[in-house]
């Protein structure tokens, strides 16, 4: 690649940044669509008080909660969360973030600047709570998660730089990549 003219390394440069792009843009769509999943079970859950009250009633035969003070109690806490509607305005924003993550996501797969923009200022603004959340309840997860987006954020920024300082390269056209399969 080093004995190749600038326009070719330039080109193969966007291949694989491209690549990687891709390859975000589509961990964020994952995570997305989890979270959409786990809005929609939230707000379902919510509106079936029959399917409450046929859980509590098992947990209650399965696991004789009458006889644990602390499993009742928190059971009983549970109960205050979803009869509150907490439970309600959770599946709500979930399905807000998985939003957001899927428009990121498509947009950054298109190969959209305005998407990858906006990846890097959401997902830069959400490493604080992270980096709390990880402080507070240590894990293996948590330190992926937080580590993959700190990775996120810094790829991102560093392809937005870079295409900046070298002028926004659209991606190749089938002709170009013709060249460079034949080169």
Request: hydrophobic fraction near 50%.
């Amino acid at each position: 690649m080093n004995d190749a003219p600038p326009n070719l390394r330039k080109t193969l440069r966007s291949q694989r940044r491209v690549r990687y792009l891709k390859l975000i843009a589509v961990f964020k769509i994952v995570q997305g669509l989890l979270l959409c999943t786990i809005g929609l079970s939230l707000l379902v859950l919510h509106s079936r008080t029959r399917w409450l009250d046929g859980i509590s009633d098992w947990v209650d035969g399965e696991l004789m909660v009458a006889h644990s003070r602390s499993v009742l109690y928190l059971l009983n806490r549970l109960q205050d969360v979803v009869s509150g509607g907490l439970l309600q305005v959770t599946g709500w924003v979930a399905l807000f973030f998985a939003a957001l993550l899927c428009t990121e996501g498509m947009g950054v797969y298109l190969q959209k600047r305005w998407a990858e923009l906006l990846m890097v200022v959401a997902t830069a603004a959400f490493i604080p709570f992270e980096v709390r959340h990880a402080w507070f309840h240590p894990g293996a997860v948590v330190i992926i998660i937080l580590a993959l987006n700190c990775f996120i954020v810094w790829f991102v920024y560093r392809v937005l730089r870079r295409e900046h300082d070298e002028g926004y390269l659209p991606p190749p056209t089938e002709k170009e990549k013709a060249v460079v399969q034949a080169r």
